[in-house]
């Protein structure tokens, strides 16, 4: 136990004080694992073992599925699908109250769950929808804290590389089980934001004056159907056993090619080059991430780093509501200063064993710390998806925030409701019987 506290001592000061000096976070993580075991294990030793975990990390088939989602996100949003998506958001929203705004939450959750990225539906819908929104009176804080407090929702509802992540990291928990269970959480968070925006624009007076005519509505629908095919095609064949998480990333890039290429024509041969680019660059830093997380795993295994966590919040009180909400606090404080994927990475191997002897079931666990993380992604200093809605927004990150906090709450109140209620999480997983 005296170990485990030292070596985990040893690697929370080394991380934070190379990443306060601005060492990349991927760098950091293996510097202060190796540091960690120094006490318990020759350099030479330390060293050869930390770059065998790095390639027995990445030497995971199912992490194959990473790169090609991720391709698959960028050709998508590259292709024309945004503005189809949005089109069939506001034949569904009407005429209600805040009614772009509403268009704007539902196009965040359906692009999020055609693309898998938060940043890119905050992008894509932000810069579509913004605009409109300011000529039909809308306050400009007000449009982007609707389409920032949404964006995350793509990344509960799937698919979602960061399930793929905490699939592997957990010990190869089912990514199918982990997509249906993202599901209902995902629609609670959008439907918890839609109720703000809904009394927010009743009182300011927020109506959109657009109708569609019955023709209009089924060319729309028409239009945005190939778009939606994707998300059966892909998930319905994962969770029927057609093809597993991986070949369906494959299914999703060339049915998202042959969509874009062919279908809608917004991409042209020229523009693959550039978007295989940036997809191998984003591909590379979170496989790096990964591989290198599998030191810090390591070494928390091989102290009994977990064991002690555990120790210490059982010591505190051995009320699982209790115990779940200080998990929560934690996780929540942590995604505001780290991304999703490392935070996933070093935190999975440290809780999951807590929650676990609580009754906690890993699935449920999984969505719980992905439900807190998304959060993270929308909260300053390392917000990637706020900085991206007020960069398309063209407003203050402290006006906003302002703007944010009653979405905060509502979200807060469905994080709550996921973690204390399994059956949110469970009941798709159970239907198809993963659980």
Not at 20 to 36: D, E, F, K, T
Not at 275 to 294: C, H, N, P, Q, R
């Amino acid at each position: 136990m005296n170990t485990a506290i030292i070596c985990g001592l040893i690697i929370l000061v080394v991380l934070v004080v190379l990443l306060l000096a601005g060492v990349p976070i991927a760098v950091a993580l293996g510097i202060s694992s190796i540091c960690a075991i120094l006490p318990v294990m020759d350099m030479n030793v330390a060293v050869l073992t930390g770059a065998q975990r790095i390639f027995s990390g990445i030497s995971v088939f199912s992490l194959l599925a990473i790169p090609f989602f991720i391709l698959a996100g960028n050709i998508m949003n590259k292709g024309g699908i945004a503005v189809r998506i949005i089109n069939l958001a506001k034949v569904i929203t009407g005429r209600m109250p805040g009614a772009l705004a509403e268009t704007n939450v539902l196009a965040n959750m359906l692009f999020g769950a055609i693309s898998g990225s938060g940043t890119a539906a905050a992008s894509a819908m932000g810069s579509i929808i913004g605009p409109i929104e300011k000529e039909e009176g809308y306050d400009p804080d007000f449009s982007a804290a609707a389409n920032i407090a949404t964006a995350p929702t793509g990344l509960l509802i799937p698919p979602s590389n960061v399930m793929i992540t905490f699939s592997l990291v957990s010990g190869g928990t089912s990514v199918a089980a982990l997509f249906m269970a993202g599901y209902l959480p995902g629609f609670l968070w959008g439907l918890a934001c839609m109720l703000v925006i809904f009394f927010i624009a009743k009182k300011r007076g927020y109506r959109s004056n657009t109708t569609y005519t019955a023709k209009e509505k089924w060319n729309i629908f028409i239009q945005a159907l190939p778009c939606l095919l994707l998300i059966v095609i892909v998930i319905g064949g994962i969770i029927s056993g057609i093809f597993t998480a991986t070949e369906g990333a494959v299914v999703a890039v060339v049915y998202s090619l042959f969509l874009s290429l062919f279908i809608y024509r917004s991409i042209k041969p020229k523009d693959i080059m550039p978007i295989l680019k940036d997809s191998a660059e984003m591909t590379g830093i979170i496989i790096f991430l990964i591989g290198v997380s599998s030191i810090m795993s390591w070494v928390m295994s091989f102290t009994n780093i977990p064991e002690a966590v555990s120790a210490g919040l059982l010591s505190v009180s051995e009320n699982k509501i209790i115990i779940f909400l200080m998990i929560n606090v934690i996780l929540l404080v942590v995604g505001t200063f780290m991304d999703m994927t490392p935070a996933c990475l070093i935190f999975t191997p440290i809780f999951l064993p807590v929650c676990q002897a609580l009754g906690m079931n890993t699935i449920h666990f999984g969505i719980m710390m992905i439900f807190n993380l998304c959060i993270g992604t929308i909260t300053p200093p390392v917000g990637t998806t706020l900085f991206v809605g007020v960069k398309v927004g063209g407003v203050k990150i402290e006006t906003v925030m302002k703007q944010l906090l009653v979405y905060f709450a509502a979200i807060f109140v469905v994080l709550m409701l996921v973690t204390y209620i399994p059956q949110i999480s469970l009941f798709l997983p159970s239907l198809m019987e993963y659980v």
